[in-house]
């Protein structure tokens, strides 16, 4: 061959490899100068520069007053398809309705989905616990393995299946303060208590991140910041405590239901919320079994009811504060007295003579807080009734709380025999929660405190303590010392059940008949009893409710024994000394 | 000349490319063992709180002997200049650098045409 023939080729290859960088250059030089190429051509690039990261910030924790974790998070995982790697639809649905107990059906016609520009990945199950993720793995894994021993054996191919780990609600302590924590199972999303209330401080809105494909363009991405974290006024001992006697209360006498709220009056902050029924937290599928319609999620703040006698004490330190009567004023107890036109009676239809305003209230007579409500009159007697907050919502830092009712002169419903009846609190409704801030006036020197369950937000590492505050005062101090008094010397006198060994405690009972659509019913109550502690200088103040108790109607019998439980319980847990104890030890510090 | 000139060039700027490039894709694997042990961290906070619950505790308790104390068992004591604790206890840690994103400077990501783009823009505007 002559080398002549190889020439051209040889010219040809050179050629090309010559004008291959130069038309390279060209084009960058073309694209340069060209601004408008080089946007498009940048915009273009960038397309595939980044992708979306969705990136939900942890919800914020919720602690007790001692920094237990009440509700914390989770790994939890989704589980999904990648459409376009899905090769046999019917061993996914096959293995993951078997082992995360989903339905067939589903898988398989989300699986069978055919892959387009609008259909990548479908969701098949979310927030699956690790040990079903573990046995999804392992069971991964093991086909893997004899798959790749023997191919002809593998009976199942799962290509396609995406795990994703993301956070999930958990819930430490299960039933434990269930009332007063709400739930959050969905992201950004709370029911109920709390986890409802402080929503917008807990969640943080879904992000979206769009990180570099291309490694030269790796930067660090921005710290985001996780929820709020709560500090809550209860102590977990003293919640679980008082739930334990809830339940204990229920079974014992026979009740439908039974509440108990516990607060600090000095300050309003919530030391406990007890009530029926609870549920587990970490598995809301017994919600709907639980809280049928009509039956609220807490009690003691959705729930209101006539509390009946307890209502008493409003009445008798209103009265003393307008000046309408004083402890040794005298009333003749008829046994009956007539108000707009109704005859009210006491509770055991008998005329208890001659009584000064402590017999009163120690033997609650319905006749005689009846004829002080008519000394004040309904002018200084709603009034009053409004500054202690009957018929609004005290405020409190719980969702789906209720205000109860208080009829006023000039509703449609009010009747003047209604100022007799309220006097005793009937034809009146409040929620336990209401009655315990109310009351709380008399066990603070007449002032109410915003009743409040957080105390504390921890932002970034920052704690924000939330404070206490005087929400009303609608008695002057001497009155509430009075009342305090009186209450406590009933109590000693009847030598009740609510009374605790070491610790003097003021309190009432109240058994209230319950409305129906055609009267009240003669056989089933609402038995309650308030109390609060020492006298002296109250710590605490507990207000007990047991609906339709079946064991003796009389808040007397069945919830004073609840209120002394309690009480023992609660000066044990918050470390309160009997009283003689922690006058020797303020003297020693004095 | 030239062609040795231009090799060992493309070679120390294939070298340091690539060199950028690693460590691009090691920033992005970090990125996600961050949030990887972010989420462990939350996850190991609530299994040690379900370890620590009052149910656990309890049951703790009573296997070593231990049962709930009665108010007539305790005896309080007058301790001179004893301090009670705070009721709560926290533990928290300052946030020490304002939440923002950390810029990394022009050296670490642009292209050698970037750089020679960036230098003649300033040589021209401040000269």
Known sequence: MNENAYTWRYSSLGLFIFLLPVMVTLQLIRIQVNPGWVKEVMEFGERFEKEAQFIDPARGQILDRKGNLLAGNQIVYEVGIDLPKVVDPRSIATVLSSILDIDYEDVYSAASLEASESAVYAVVADYIPQEKIDKLNIFMEQLSSEASGSPEKGLFNLAGIVIEPHLGRLYPERMIGSNIIGFSHLPNVGYFGVEEQYNDMLSRPRETIWVPVNPLLAEEQTDLPSGSSLILTIDRAVQKSMEELVDEAVVETGSDSATIVVLNPKNGEIMALATTPRMDLNDISEYKNLFPQGVPYNRTIGQDYEPGSVFKVLTMAAALDAGAVTPETQFVDTGVIEMGGLRIYNWNMGAWGPQSMLGCLQHSLNVCLAWVSKQMGYENFYPYMKAFGIGQLTGVDLAWEVSGRLKIPGD?????????????????????????????????????MTPHIVKAIVNEGYIRELGSSVMRVPIKPETASTITEMLAQSLEIEASDALVTGYRVAGKTGTAEIPTPYGYTTNETNASFVGWGPADDPQFLIYIWLERPS???????????????????????????????????????? | MVVVFSILFATVYLHISARTAEVGRQIQVMQNEIDELDRMNEDLR????????????????????????????????SVPGYMEPPVMVYQHQAVDKPPGKTKVPDEYTESLFDWMRRKATFYLVVR
């Not at chain 1, 019998?557 to 009480?567: D, G, H, I, K, L």
């Open chain 1, 412 to 448: 449609g419903d009010w009747y003047e025999a209604d100022l007799g009846t309220n006097a005793f609190g009937q034809g009146v409704s409040a929620t336990p929660l209401q009655m315990a801030v109310a009351i709380s006036a008399l066990a603070n020197q007449g002032k109410i």
């Open chain 1, 551 to 590: 064991v003796s109607p009389w808040g007397s019998v069945v919830a004073s024994p609840v209120f002394r439980e309690a009480v023992e319980r609660l000066v044990v847990l918050i470390d309160l000394p009997p009283d003689d104890i922690r006058h020797q030890l303020d003297q020693n510090t004095q």
């Open chain 2, 46 to 77: 609530s299994q040690l709180a379900l370890i620590k619950s009052s149910e656990q505790m309890e049951q703790r308790a009573e296997a070593l002997g231990f049962k709930p104390v009665q108010k007539d068992e305790i005896t309080f004591l």
